[in-house]
């Protein structure tokens, strides 16, 4: 397993797409910290394969490899973790599957009890949005920076989701966010290499001011 890296930009992949290994390839040339396979379709043996090829070019950069929801899959291929919502199943029985030492994100929404209860059953991270409108999540919950600050104590990374570009990221990392979830912002850019690099460059400028 590739252990967290303290933190970083978190790209997440946005669903079936012919030129997706090369796309994250770009995202992690451009310095992502954090890659997690994101596809609700249906299609089994496509997953499969394509979390497998992911699997290896994360490697290849010493990056971790998260499955978006499906322990199944992220075992199948090795993976060095997976991400639950509220309705994914809990962190023990992951762990069950994957090993004590997989990382097991939780989604928390705005809400700083679930995060509380997700670090006590051993969350590697705690992730907290939308902070701002998402074109992935238009119906998403809005959480506060404040919740970044608030939820320090509970002694985990915490992940911050929704919305976030290059221009409104530094603020979430000033909050207290170890990590920037993206999705569209870095998967949807003309240029990945680059806009992977514009998130990761937020961390270098920004990092001091941080709780």
Not at 21 to 42: H, I, M, N
Not at 90 to 119: Q, T
Request: neutral net charge; aromatic residues 6%; glycine residues 10%.
């Amino acid at each position: 397993m590739i252990p967290l890296h303290p933190h970083g930009l978190y790209a997440i992949t946005d669903g079936p797409r012919a030129d997706l290994l090369d796309a994250v390839a770009q995202a992690l040339a451009g310095g992502a910290r954090l890659l997690q396979y994101r596809d609700k379709t249906d299609d089994a043996p496509r997953r499969r394969a394509e979390a497998a090829a992911l699997k290896r070019l994360c490697a290849a950069h010493g990056v971790p490899l998260i499955v978006n929801d499906d322990v199944a899959l992220a075992a199948a291929v090795q993976a060095d973790g997976v991400h639950l919502g509220e309705r994914d199943g809990d962190i023990a029985a992951a762990r069950a599957v994957l090993g004590e030492r997989a990382i097991v994100g939780a989604s928390c929404y705005n809400s700083l009890d679930r995060a509380r209860a997700a670090a006590a059953q051993g969350a590697s991270y705690v992730a907290f949005g939308a902070f701002f409108a998402s074109p992935t999540k238009p119906m998403a919950p809005h959480a506060s920076p404040e919740l970044l600050r608030q939820s320090a104590a509970l002694g985990v990374p915490r992940v911050a989701i929704g919305g976030i570009t290059p221009d409104n990221g530094g603020s979430l990392i000033d909050a207290g966010a170890d990590y920037l979830a993206v999705i569209s912002a870095v998967f949807g850019a003309a240029d990945v290499r680059r806009a992977a690099r514009s998130f990761a460059d937020l961390y270098s400028s920004h990092r001091e001011s941080r709780p």
